[in-house]
């Protein structure tokens, strides 16, 4: 799996857009990025995954560089609740693939 | 609702003894993964379960095993349990959405060992 790096932390204000940096600069033609996040004390959650088109979905939108050599996941009005460590990953998408989790970002959301 | 669920979700243990954890993925969801993830730190892949056999593992030693029933349950085994097992355990089933591959996890089991 390529390895992915992301920024510690960040804090976002309540009611703006949260903007979170991924690079992975070894990723593969066959690898998908993926973005997950775990709220204090549950498992991780799939937020939106993509290969090169930029996506979007209730949750949030996942911007891919041509290059795809980075990508940017975006909360749009972020709240409290999405206070969390985000991962991002990436992994060919299939079934019999693990996920390989890094540090994460922390995101914390102020009100 | 995850639709993942472990138990249990807390346990305390001695050094050197043996523990079970359990994990009852949603229906039709044939394979299963876990993961240790240790505080302060990203989910560890220990391996995976497809139709009952294990189909990947990561860089864990075989202390720990598992197994897969016929209804998609899981178990996961460590024995031996050492103080660095000390850590949160995920349950995750794979499910097929619209051209993707997506995990859902159960909300863990805290393990202490003592």
């Known amino acids: 799996d390529a390895k992915t790096t992301q920024p510690p932390s960040m804090d976002c204000a309540e009611g703006r857009a949260a903007n979170l940096p991924c690079n992975h600069s070894?990723?593969?033609?066959?690898?998908?990025v993926y973005w997950y996040r775990q709220i204090h004390s549950q498992g991780p959650q799939y937020i939106i995954h993509g290969l090169k088109n930029n996506e979007t979905n209730e949750m949030a939108s996942l911007i891919i560089t041509e290059d795809r050599k980075s990508s940017t996941l975006i909360l749009p009005h972020a709240t409290l609740r999405d206070t969390a460590v985000y991962y991002c990953?990436?992994?060919?998408?299939?079934?019999?693939?693990?996920?390989?989790f890094g540090a994460g970002t922390t995101v914390t959301v102020r009100a | 609702e995850t639709g993942v669920t472990q138990s249990p979700t807390h346990l305390i243990k001695t050094r050197g003894q043996q523990v079970t954890l359990r994990c009852s993925s949603q229906s039709g969801h044939n394979t299963v993964s876990w993961y240790q993830q240790a505080l302060g730190q990203g989910p560890q892949f220990i391996f995976q379960?497809?139709?009952?056999?294990?189909?990947g593992r990561g860089n864990f030693p075989p202390r720990f095993s598992g197994l897969q029933f016929p209804n998609y349950s899981s178990e996961l085994n460590v024995n031996a349990l050492e103080l660095d097992d000390s850590a949160l355990y995920l349950c995750a089933s794979c499910h097929r959405g619209q051209g993707y591959y997506g995990y859902t996890f159960g909300s863990g089991t805290r393990l202490t060992v003592v």
């Open positions: 070894t990723i593969s033609g066959n690898e998908y």
């Open positions: 379960y497809y139709r009952e056999e294990e189909n």
């Open positions: 990953i990436v992994r060919p998408n299939a079934n019999d693939y693990k996920l390989s």
